[in-house]
Protein backbone atom coordinates (compact mmCIF):
# COMPACT_ATOMS: atom_id res chain seq x y z
CA UNK A 1 0.00 0.00 0.00
CA UNK A 2 2.91 2.39 0.44
CA UNK A 3 4.73 1.68 -2.57
CA UNK A 4 1.18 2.63 -4.09
CA UNK A 5 0.99 6.16 -2.57
CA UNK A 6 4.28 6.56 -3.12
CA UNK A 7 4.28 6.04 -7.13
CA UNK A 8 1.39 7.96 -7.17
CA UNK A 9 2.16 10.75 -5.10
CA UNK A 10 2.95 13.23 -8.39
CA UNK A 11 -0.68 12.33 -9.60
CA UNK A 12 -2.63 12.62 -6.35
CA UNK A 13 -0.68 16.35 -5.74
CA UNK A 14 -1.45 17.49 -9.44
CA UNK A 15 -5.17 16.07 -9.10
CA UNK A 16 -5.04 17.98 -5.73
CA UNK A 17 -3.84 20.79 -6.73
CA UNK A 18 -6.57 21.00 -9.88
CA UNK A 19 -9.54 20.49 -7.16
CA UNK A 20 -8.24 23.08 -4.95
CA UNK A 21 -7.57 26.07 -7.74
CA UNK A 22 -10.75 25.44 -9.63
CA UNK A 23 -13.18 24.78 -6.31
CA UNK A 24 -11.38 28.17 -4.83
CA UNK A 25 -12.26 30.37 -8.16
CA UNK A 26 -14.32 28.82 -10.62
CA UNK A 27 -16.73 26.90 -8.45
CA UNK A 28 -16.84 23.75 -9.95
CA UNK A 29 -13.80 21.10 -11.49
CA UNK A 30 -15.76 19.72 -14.08
CA UNK A 31 -13.87 20.16 -17.38
CA UNK A 32 -18.05 19.86 -19.25
CA UNK A 33 -19.43 22.57 -16.97
CA UNK A 34 -16.17 24.72 -17.59
CA UNK A 35 -16.01 24.12 -21.19
CA UNK A 36 -19.61 23.71 -22.58
CA UNK A 37 -21.89 24.84 -19.47
CA UNK A 38 -23.18 21.85 -18.91
CA UNK A 39 -23.87 18.98 -16.56
CA UNK A 40 -21.62 15.77 -17.39
CA UNK A 41 -22.74 12.13 -16.26
CA UNK A 42 -20.93 12.72 -12.95
CA UNK A 43 -22.86 15.52 -12.02
CA UNK A 44 -24.37 15.26 -8.65
CA UNK A 45 -22.00 12.19 -7.40
CA UNK A 46 -19.90 15.23 -5.15
CA UNK A 47 -22.98 16.15 -3.79
CA UNK A 48 -24.02 12.49 -3.29
CA UNK A 49 -21.54 11.61 -1.40
CA UNK A 50 -21.60 14.94 1.09
CA UNK A 51 -25.24 13.52 1.60
CA UNK A 52 -24.37 10.32 2.13
CA UNK A 53 -21.33 11.44 4.80
CA UNK A 54 -24.39 13.39 6.56
CA UNK A 55 -26.66 10.68 6.76
CA UNK A 56 -28.96 11.82 4.64
CA UNK A 57 -29.34 8.34 2.35
CA UNK A 58 -32.49 9.01 0.47
CA UNK A 59 -31.35 12.45 -0.88
CA UNK A 60 -27.77 11.37 -1.66
CA UNK A 61 -29.46 8.25 -3.63
CA UNK A 62 -31.73 10.67 -5.68
CA UNK A 63 -29.04 12.86 -6.21
CA UNK A 64 -26.82 10.70 -7.95
CA UNK A 65 -27.74 6.90 -7.66
CA UNK A 66 -24.45 5.36 -8.99
CA UNK A 67 -22.35 6.86 -6.09
CA UNK A 68 -23.20 3.36 -4.54
CA UNK A 69 -22.05 1.53 -7.72
CA UNK A 70 -18.84 3.55 -7.41
CA UNK A 71 -18.70 2.57 -3.53
CA UNK A 72 -18.55 -0.74 -4.22
CA UNK A 73 -16.27 -1.06 -6.96
CA UNK A 74 -13.98 0.93 -5.02
CA UNK A 75 -14.39 -1.37 -1.87
CA UNK A 76 -13.82 -4.47 -4.47
CA UNK A 77 -10.92 -3.33 -6.24
CA UNK A 78 -9.10 -2.43 -2.35
CA UNK A 79 -10.34 -5.96 -1.05
CA UNK A 80 -8.82 -7.38 -4.37
CA UNK A 81 -5.79 -5.65 -4.06
CA UNK A 82 -4.94 -5.67 -0.54
CA UNK A 83 -6.58 -8.17 0.95
CA UNK A 84 -6.85 -11.42 -1.17
CA UNK A 85 -3.89 -9.88 -3.32
CA UNK A 86 -5.24 -10.57 -6.45
CA UNK A 87 -5.81 -8.60 -9.19
CA UNK A 88 -9.52 -7.88 -9.86
CA UNK A 89 -10.26 -9.64 -13.06
CA UNK A 90 -14.09 -8.32 -13.08
CA UNK A 91 -12.96 -4.72 -12.38
CA UNK A 92 -13.38 -3.77 -16.37
CA UNK A 93 -16.35 -5.17 -16.95
CA UNK A 94 -18.14 -3.94 -13.95
CA UNK A 95 -16.56 -0.21 -15.02
CA UNK A 96 -18.08 -0.89 -18.00
CA UNK A 97 -21.55 -1.54 -16.81
CA UNK A 98 -21.63 1.40 -14.52
CA UNK A 99 -20.36 3.72 -16.86
CA UNK A 100 -22.99 2.94 -19.89
CA UNK A 101 -25.43 3.08 -16.89
CA UNK A 102 -24.32 6.90 -15.97
CA UNK A 103 -24.48 8.25 -19.83
CA UNK A 104 -28.36 6.51 -19.73
CA UNK A 105 -29.05 7.97 -16.89
CA UNK A 106 -27.69 11.20 -17.82
CA UNK A 107 -29.77 11.27 -21.23
CA UNK A 108 -32.77 10.79 -19.50
CA UNK A 109 -32.03 13.28 -17.33
CA UNK A 110 -31.31 16.00 -19.72
CA UNK A 111 -34.66 15.00 -21.40
CA UNK A 112 -36.45 15.10 -18.03
CA UNK A 113 -34.80 17.31 -15.63
CA UNK A 114 -32.34 19.90 -17.63
CA UNK A 115 -32.01 22.94 -16.87
CA UNK A 116 -34.14 23.37 -13.71
CA UNK A 117 -33.55 20.53 -11.38
CA UNK A 118 -30.39 19.68 -9.69
CA UNK A 119 -28.08 18.07 -10.20
CA UNK A 120 -28.97 18.87 -13.85
CA UNK A 121 -28.79 22.47 -13.55
CA UNK A 122 -25.99 24.67 -14.89
CA UNK A 123 -23.86 25.84 -12.65
CA UNK A 124 -22.21 28.32 -15.24
CA UNK A 125 -21.93 29.46 -18.49
CA UNK A 126 -19.02 27.84 -19.93
CA UNK A 127 -15.98 28.73 -22.46
CA UNK A 128 -17.73 27.86 -25.44
CA UNK A 129 -21.29 29.57 -25.25
CA UNK A 130 -18.85 32.68 -23.78
CA UNK A 131 -16.88 32.52 -26.75
CA UNK A 132 -19.67 32.27 -29.53
CA UNK A 133 -21.58 35.28 -27.73
CA UNK A 134 -18.40 37.20 -28.23
CA UNK A 135 -18.24 36.23 -32.02
CA UNK A 136 -21.87 36.95 -32.13
CA UNK A 137 -21.73 40.54 -30.79
CA UNK A 138 -18.79 41.11 -32.46
Known amino acids: MLNDLKYNLPGLLVVSGYILVFQLFL ?6 QLIFGLPCPGCGLTRAATLLLTGHFAQSFQMHPFLIA ?10 SRYVFLRKAKELPVLLGVVLIGMVVLYLYRMRVYYPHTQPMNPLMKGLVPTLLDMVRGA
Do not use: E, V, Y
Open 70 to 79: WILIAADWAL
Open 27 to 32: HTICPM
